[in-house]
Structure formats: structure tokens, C-alpha cells
């Protein structure tokens, strides 16, 4: 009995798909454009999202400078968000804002711009050229509608975009110095550029306190393999590295390290003195 029941409810559900399936290729090969787009707003609001995008693909051409367009273009731009086609889903959503700026879909649609590059942007550790676009758009949002509801959730992407962009500069600070076990000058430098990189673009920086101590570590191993005509300098510099920091984190974890550190710099000094 039960297996019957069961049977009879998946024989049910199939017809019912069949005949959906049946009816939207009814629909798309339809010339009628006004039941296609009442049927994509209805898939639409079922949540049928590639279907809507397939039919208003359709008659987006039709419709066009037709009242009915502003709110089918404006669809289609969700249909892709919907789907994670999040690239088509921005682009569909700046041209939508383009077009009907004075619509009253126009501050969403500026936003979803943004958010959708959001949504697109890869992990830290990947090329960040679309975070970099995504900021770009979401700070443009702000600056357009400063006192829109979706401020708050364009402020907590941006957070989030920033923090992608501050790991990747972290990382590849690190990996700089990371080559330091050859101990050749030019990737000691490159570190030191890419540390002075990092404090400009990110002040504040959770990771300050450690760059700043390998600022020091690195000038240090730097002027351990320069010439003898610029090492005095160079340690000098470290010196100054560590008085910045010292004074800053007089607490630091790192402290010891940094203080063994000057310490080797002052000894280095006095000898090249002598």
C-alpha cells in the first residue's frame, strides 16, 4: 500500500514536470511577447530564475521603450544574480542603472552592481583585480546614496574586500622575505619595498606589529651582506627601525628579538668604527 502511494505520487510529480516542460517550449517558440513576458515575471516570482532569463532574453528587444521594459531589465539582472552568474549579474545591473537612472529600481540596481562584483570576488590567496573593481563600485554606491538601507550591507562587503586586499599584500610581503634563506640583497629589498607598501596601503593593520618587527629583522640581514661602504647605513637604519617600534609596541612579543637585534647593530657600528 504504501509503495503504491508512493509510486502514484512520483507518477504525479512527472506528469507535472513533463507538462511544464512541455509548456515552456510552448513558450519559447511563441511569438506572442506579452504571454512570454507574463510568464517569465511568473517564473520569476516561483523562483524558476533560468527559465525567466530564457524568455526575457526573448522579448528584452521587443519590449524595449515599453513600460514594461524597466521592470523586465531589472529582472533579467537577477535572473544571472540568482544563478551565480555573478559577472553577467553586474554587468546587467550598471547597464539596467545606465538606462533608467530615474527608475525607482535605479539605487538597487546601482547597488547589486557593486554587490554582485562582490559576490564574484575570489579567496586572498587568488588575483584580486576583481576586489579591487568591487571596492571601486560598492564606495561609488556610497557616495551616490549616503543614506540608502543598503549602505550597511555595502560597508560590510567593503570590510571584507578590504581585508581580502590586506591579507594578499601580507602574503606577499612575506613571501619576499620569505626568500631571505638565500640571503641576497635584492630580495631583502624587495621585502623592505613591499613592507613600506603594505604600512601605506593598510595603517592600522592587525599585521603592523609584526611588519614592522621584520622591517627591522630584514634591514638587519640586509646590511650583514652589503658592501663595507654601506653597511655602517644600513645598520644605522635598522637602528632607526627599531626605535620606531620599540616605541610603539613596548609590549610586543618581538620585543626581545628587536632588542637582540640593536643590540648586534650597535656592536656592528662600533666595529666598523674602530
Request: aromatic share 18%; net charge negative; hydrophobic share 35%.
Amino acid at each position: 500500500m504504501r509503495n503504491s502511494y508512493r509510486n502514484l505520487i512520483l507518477l504525479t510529480l512527472l506528469t507535472v514536470l513533463i507538462t511544464a516542460c512541455s509548456d515552456f517550449r510552448k513558450l519559447r517558440k511563441s511569438d506572442d511577447w506579452e504571454k512570454k513576458y507574463d510568464a517569465a515575471i511568473n517564473y520569476y516570482e516561483q523562483g524558476e530564475y533560468y527559465r525567466a532569463n530564457v524568455l526575457l532574453e526573448q522579448i528584452l528587444p521587443i519590449i524595449k521603450g515599453s513600460e514594461k521594459a524597466e521592470i523586465a531589465n531589472f529582472y533579467y539582472g537577477y535572473t544571472y544574480y540568482y544563478q551565480e552568474q555573478y559577472l553577467l549579474a553586474s554587468h546587467y545591473f550598471k547597464t539596467f542603472y545606465d538606462t533608467f537612472n530615474r527608475s525607482q529600481f535605479a539605487e538597487e540596481a546601482r547597488f547589486m552592481f557593486g554587490y554582485s562584483l562582490f559576490q564574484d570576488s575570489p579567496r586572498y590567496n587568488l588575483d584580486q583585480a576583481s576586489s579591487k573593481e568591487a571596492i571601486t563600485a560598492l564606495q561609488g554606491f556610497i557616495n551616490l546614496f549616503p543614506n540608502s538601507e543598503f549602505v550597511p550591507k555595502a560597508d560590510a562587503a567593503l570590510s571584507q574586500l578590504r581585508s581580502k586586499l590586506e591579507r594578499k599584500a601580507y602574503e606577499k610581503a612575506l613571501l619576499y622575505y620569505d626568500l631571505k634563506k638565500f640571503m641576497t640583497g635584492e630580495y631583502l629589498k624587495a621585502a623592505l619595498v613591499e613592507f613600506d607598501n603594505f604600512q601605506d596601503d593598510f595603517p592600522g593593520s592587525q599585521f603592523t606589529e609584526e611588519i614592522q618587527y621584520l622591517e627591522i629583522e630584514a634591514m638587519f640581514n640586509l646590511a650583514e651582506v652589503s658592501i663595507y661602504s654601506v653597511k655602517k647605513e644600513r645598520y644605522l637604519e635598522a637602528i632607526a627601525f627599531y626605535e620606531n617600534f620599540i616605541e610603539t609596541y613596548q609590549d610586543s612579543k618581538y620585543s626581545k628579538k628587536a632588542e637582540d637585534i640593536y643590540e648586534k647593530c650597535l656592536d656592528q657600528i662600533r666595529k666598523l668604527n674602530s
